[in-house]
């Protein structure tokens, strides 16, 4: 073997070894275990139940719209704080399409029931003014919070809006509507919890 054999490494015109490639297959490594480590983490995250009807309804925390506020509500309202009548509780946006469908049809259920039944909104990947303006464009007048941080809709695995939560009065999931609610459906469920 000769002494001055060349070497099998990248010299650039200065006669240094070039550690770029050396370096793109790091940088490439540490892309690849920072995906592995997002991905453990995401089914880490999803390994949580959705709630279905029979189950205990999720319970949170939510500060209201300005002039959306539960008549009952505090600095610290929580879901658990609103039993003893059924509520309906509704996941929506305003730049949802088919939220629209929905909203008139709630807003005159929540009329017609009354203090029988607690309808509640819960804003999903929005913006407060529009929010606001979608709330007023219907003339909503139940109780519609923010959803900050995407808290609550993690607590209940929505699929996407509307998605629609009935829960009886002692605070089980009746029934889960998933795509804007039918009223003969809604109101079949209301009656069966108000007269059971």
Known sequence: MEANAPRNTL???SGHT??????FFIAIWVVIIALLALFAWGLFNNS???PIAGAAAPDFHMQFFDGYAWVDADDDTHLVQMRGRPVVLNFWASWCVECHLE???LENLSREYGDRVLFL?????DT???SVEYLESYG????NAPDLGGAISKKYEITGVPETFIIDAE????????GPVNETRLRAILEQLLNS
């Open 171 to 178: 605070g089980t999931i009746a029934d889960v509507v998933i």
């Open 103 to 105: 909203a008139e049809l």
């Open 11 to 13: 010299t650039n015109e």
């Open 48 to 50: 949580q139940e959705r």
């Open 128 to 130: 407060p003014t529009k």
């Open 140 to 143: 909503i007048s139940y109780p």
């Open 121 to 125: 909104g819960i804003a999903y990947v």
């Open 18 to 23: 070039n550690s770029g490639s050396r370096r």
